[in-house]
């Protein structure tokens, strides 16, 4: 079946612009994060839903981050008047549910520059 | 927070098994160890997880000591397309009841021909 999808793959903006950067889960999962990855870093977590709650956002850098997942399944992470040090891999990923210990799996990313 | 200290780098021949150690001392008693690797700039692909006990898959097998605090990760006839970042997790439980990874560096896996 298909994995969590990303987009879009790419993202280049100017510096103030406000970004949106799309999450489709795999279906059927309940749990969906964001991650952030610097070059050579390993990802690093922003936030995290179950179901439509977002119950964790305490890796959200500041308060121009934002995540939504309005009706539990694709996801959305805003982020308002970007910088430069916001340029990084964002990555998605999803699991089948908060309780077990099934494993997260995660999508391609997306590549964000800000100019 | 559980951390894990992973060597930066290591080599392995083609066909032989590579070893890839993990420390995670300040590990809790319900707190699993995940291995993930990434190729590239692709997501990172799961490929194992254990509590206690050793484990094993189609991929590798998982090594933990008795007390916890270490593990191996054993990919027993790697090949070039193993060359990879190797990411030695552990899934920490939170008050908010977030299950949350927390990432090293990893280790560079170089499989040579």
């Known amino acids: 079946g298909a994995g969590v999808s990303q987009s879009p793959r790419y993202k280049v903006t100017k510096r103030g612009q406000d970004v949106a950067l799309r999450c489709d889960p795999i279906s059927g999962h309940v749990s969906l994060y964001w991650y952030r990855q610097a070059l050579g870093q390993g990802p690093e977590f922003l936030t995290y839903?179950?179901?439509?709650?977002?119950?964790?956002k305490s890796g959200l850098p500041n308060d121009r981050f934002s995540a939504e997942r309005p009706e539990g399944s694709i996801s959305t992470l805003t982020i308002q008047r970007t910088e430069q040090r916001d340029s990084a891999m964002y990555r998605c990923?999803?699991?089948?549910?908060?309780?077990?210990?099934?494993?997260?799996?995660f999508g391609d990313g997306t590549r964000l520059s800000i100019l | 927070d559980a951390k894990t200290t992973q060597p930066t780098s290591m080599d392995c021949a083609e066909g032989r098994a590579a070893n890839l150690p993990c420390n995670h001392s300040?590990?809790?008693?319900?707190?699993?160890v995940y291995w993930y690797r990434q190729i590239h700039s692709q997501g990172p692909q799961y490929i194992i997880h254990?509590?206690?006990n050793n484990e094993t898959n189609e991929m590798a097998s998982l090594i933990i000591t008795e007390d916890r605090k270490s593990s191996t990760l054993i990919l027993p006839h790697a090949t070039l397309r193993d060359t990879a970042v190797y990411y030695c997790?552990?899934?920490?439980?939170?008050?908010?009841?977030?299950?949350?990874?927390?990432f090293g560096t990893g280790t560079r896996l170089k499989v040579l021909a």
């Open positions: 997790i552990v899934r920490k439980y939170t008050t908010s009841g977030t299950y949350k990874y927390i």
């Open positions: 300040t590990i809790s008693g319900n707190e699993y």
């Open positions: 990923a999803s699991s089948l549910a908060i309780g077990s210990n099934q494993p997260q799996h």
């Open positions: 254990g509590l206690k």
């Open positions: 839903f179950n179901y439509e709650a977002q119950q964790d």
